[in-house]
Each structure stands twice: as C-alpha cells, then as structure tokens.
C-alpha cells in the first residue's frame, strides 16, 4: 500500500508568524463587494493600503480584490498618503458593475448557448473590469491571493501571481491565467453558479512535477479543475493569511441566516437552504478562531462585519446610523443583481463606518476620527 504524505494540519495559534499585515475579504456577493469598497476607502483615506502585505480574497471579495489589484500601480498607494485615483480607478468600475445583473443571464446562457454557466460570469467580469488582464497584471507586493474551492481535492485552490497551488494537486508557477476566470471560480456560489471548469492546458500552462504530499499530482487533477466558490472551504479568506502573517484585518460582509418556520421540502430550495446553513456554521467557527487568537495574544488585529452593532465599538460615534438600518443592509440577496445606487451608497458608507470604528478600537487608537461619509446623503 502507497504511503500518502499529506501537509499536516496545523493550528495557527502555535505557528510564529511573520510581521506584515493581511487584509481578508470576504465572500457575499454584490453586497460584500460594496461593503469592502467602503472598507478601503476608510482604509485609503488613513494611508493604510500601502502598508498591507497580504489581500486574501473569496467569492465577492475577490472582485473587490482584483479590481484593486489589477490598478495597484495606478492608484499610486504610498505609506501614510492617500491615493488621488481611488474613487475613478477603484469605486467607480465597481460601482458600475453592481449596476448591472450577472448571474440570471449567465443562467440563462449557460442553459441556451455554447459554455458554462462560470464561462458566461467570467465573460461578464472581463468585459466589465477586467479586460483581458491575468493574474500576471497583479503586483508582487502586497501578494493578491484569490480563493477558491477545488471540489475534486476538497481543498483550495490559490490563484496569485507567482503561482495557483492545490497542496494536494501541486501548483503552476508564473501562471496567466485570466483574473476574469480566476475571480469567477472565487464566485461560483453553489449549487447555481458552481462548478467553474478550468482546463490548464487552454492557457498554456501546466502543473510543476509532484514533490512530497502532492498526492494528487496527476491527471485529471492536473489538467482540468473543478472549482467551486471559495467559500465552500473558507468563507473569510482566512486560511491564506492567519498562517503567515502577525496582524489580521478581516472584513466580513457575509450575511445571517434567517429562521425559516416553513422550509421547502423540494430537493432545490431544500438543498440550497442546507447549503446556507453549513455555510453559516463555516462562517461562525472560523469567526471563533480568529477571536480567540486576538484573545490569546497569537495574532494582532480585527475583525469587522456587516451584521455587527457598531454601538459596540462607540457609544457615540461621530458619523449618524442606526441599527434597524444597518440590519435591513445586511439581509441584501446574495447575488450578483443589480443595486440600486442609493443602496450602493449605503452599503458603501456602512463598511466605511464598521471598519473605521473596528481600527480605531483594536488596532490603532490614535487613528483620526472620521469627517463625513463618503457618500454623506445617503447615510447608511
């Protein structure tokens, strides 16, 4: 019998990490991706970008990602300053792209014309953002690392620049593989969306040979993927970051599941509710273990999320909100269906307000205080 060499688990908390600061992003779809918009601008505006060493993103968030990655050099981030491009290279594609609907008519496609339900998502994502770029067009520093699942191994699969690695299939080295296609695997929100089809060879690339553990180094693991949403395996994006880095920033815009006193019994609705509950479940454990390595004193940092009560942090925060608001946010669909700009806006001002108080509480006290929100009309 073949002895099988698998990377061991490890517990993060006994692991010494390196300096630097990680960004997470999380998976929730158009909701999430204008929530981090907000996060960023806050983070913009207090010269904190350049000072990342790490973005690890899922689902949703790995477009936030990638549309700041892919501008990185243009948006001109120095360490204390405040990039002058970030609302015309940043918000506004973003912004635009939330303007309009996605997934039904990738549905509808993938049903009626030649490819997949993924290939009509990564179609839309290029010719609304990305257009024609590859991984190769993300910058060495800070390490853009783009999460998704890769059902066959049932472990992730990591797109970034220098390389996509399974740790059990191996990895591809320099690889150009379109960030359209990479961000689509990141999104393919199951059971819809999901499986996005990768065939390496289509790209020419191919997998490095097998070294220890690589159990999987072979075809078809190697030759063509099976990719499901990122955040099947981990929601937040945080396994690629709280192994390696001392400070952990985690904005979470992923959404609560509601009590549903009726459930449908049909095996889609049915199926697709249970789905949302392992999710939930994924969700709140990993949650758990980044609080406890905060409290343990493992890792430095904070964590923020769309669904928190900001009069935990401040009592009298300087920016106008109010919890019934806040709440009616963070039940928006998960879906990537056009919004309205207005819920945009609010969107955008409530991840502004969450992460500004979650910094300014844990991780840097004498951080200034807010003037006004980026969209001030539109509160949250």
């Not at 688990?9 to 006994?14: K, N, W, Y």
């Not at 690889?175 to 359209?180: F, G, I, M, N, Q």
Request: proline share 7%; aromatic share 10%.
């Amino acid at each position: 019998m073949t002895e099988i060499n698998l990377e061991p688990v490890q517990d993060a908390s006994t692991i010494p990490p390196e300096a630097g600061i990680a960004l997470c992003l999380s998976g929730g779809g158009y909701r999430a991706m204008l929530f981090h918009v907000g996060c960023l601008w806050r983070m913009n505006q207090l010269g904190m970008i350049a000072k990342l060493n790490r973005v690890s993103s899922v689902s949703g968030g790995s477009i936030t990602a990638g549309v700041l990655g892919m501008n990185w050099k243009d948006l001109g981030f120095a360490p204390g300053a405040e990039s002058q491009r970030f609302a015309e290279l940043f918000v506004e594609p973003i912004r635009q792209m939330a303007r309009t609907t996605v997934d039904e008519g990738a549905v509808l496609g993938g049903i009626f014309l030649p490819g997949s339900i993924s290939d009509h998502i990564a179609e839309r994502y290029d010719e609304q953002l990305f257009k024609g770029k590859t991984l190769q067009d993300l910058p060495n520093e800070p390490r853009f690392v783009i999460n998704a699942t890769n059902v066959q191994s049932g472990v992730l699969m990591r797109f970034s620049k220098p390389y996509m690695r399974d740790y059990r299939v191996g990895q591809i080295l320099n690889p150009k593989l379109p960030l359209a296609r990479a961000i689509a695997a990141s999104s393919a929100f199951p059971p819809v969306l999901s499986p996005c089809d990768i065939k390496v060879g289509d790209y020419g690339m191919q997998f490095e040979a097998a070294v220890d553990g690589e159990d999987l180094n072979h075809p078809p693991y190697t030759t063509d993927l099976v990719l499901s949403d990122g955040g099947v395996y981990d929601n937040l994006g945080l396994e690629t970051a709280w192994k390696h880095y001392e400070t952990i920033l985690v904005s979470d815009g992923g959404g609560h599941l509601e009590a549903e006193p009726n459930p449908h019994h049909d095996w889609a609705r049915h199926a697709y509710r249970v789905l949302n509950l392992i999710d939930g479940q994924v969700r709140a454990l990993r949650t758990r273990q980044l609080i406890a390595l905060f409290q343990q004193g493992a890792r430095k940092g904070c964590y923020w999320g769309i669904r928190q009560d900001l009069s935990t942090y401040y009592k009298d925060y300087p920016l106008p909100w109010a919890l019934d608001r806040t709440t009616v946010l963070a039940a928006t669909p998960t879906r990537l269906a056009k919004l309205e700009d207005s819920l945009q806006e609010r969107l955008i001002n409530w991840g502004y307000a969450i992460c500004d108080a979650s910094l300014r509480r844990y991780f840097d006290p004498s951080l200034p205080l807010p003037g006004a929100y980026p969209y001030p009309g539109a509160g949250v």
